[in-house]
C-alpha cells in the first residue's frame, strides 16, 4: 500500500503562482509513476500531469502544458506541482494519484485533495 497526503492548496490571484507537494509513504518502490489530477466545480475529474517516479519521462494535459511543471524526489518521496500563470479555470480540487502498473493508465492510489482556487 502506498498513501498519499498533498498540501500547498490555496487561494491565489490570476497570474499568480503556488506549489503543490504530495509526500508519499509506504511501498514507494513499487510505484512506477505519478500523476496529479483535478476536479473544477460541477465538471469531472480530469488528468493534468504525470511523471515516472524513477525516470524522466513526464505528460502535461494541454491546458497547463508550458504553465505546470511536476517534478519528483524519490529520495523524499515527494512529488511536486508548480504551477504558474494560473488562471480562473484552474480552479479546482487537485489529487495527487501513483500507479504500479506500465501497462494500464489506472491509478491505484490516491490522495485526499487540495483546494486550489484562483480569482479573477
Known amino acids: 500500500q502506498v498513501q498519499l497526503v498533498e498540501s500547498g492548496g490555496a487561494l491565489v490571484q490570476a497570474g499568480g503562482s503556488l506549489r503543490l507537494s504530495c509526500a508519499a509513504s509506504?511501498?514507494?518502490?513499487?510505484?512506477?509513476?505519478v500523476g496529479w489530477f483535478r476536479q473544477p466545480p460541477g465538471k469531472e475529474r480530469e488528468f493534468v500531469a504525470s511523471k515516472m517516479w524513477n525516470g524522466p519521462a513526464t505528460a502535461y494535459a494541454d491546458a497547463v502544458q508550458g504553465r505546470f511543471a511536476i517534478s519528483v524526489d524519490n529520495r523524499k518521496n515527494t512529488v511536486s506541482l508548480q504551477m504558474n500563470s494560473l488562471k480562473p479555470e484552474d480552479t479546482a480540487v487537485y489529487y495527487c494519484?501513483?500507479?504500479?502498473?506500465?501497462?494500464?493508465?489506472?491509478?491505484?492510489?490516491w490522495g485526499q485533495g487540495t483546494q486550489v482556487t484562483v480569482s479573477s
Open positions: 494519484a501513483a500507479r504500479r502498473s506500465k501497462a494500464s493508465v489506472d491509478y491505484d492510489y
Open positions: 509506504g511501498r514507494t518502490l513499487t510505484l512506477y509513476a
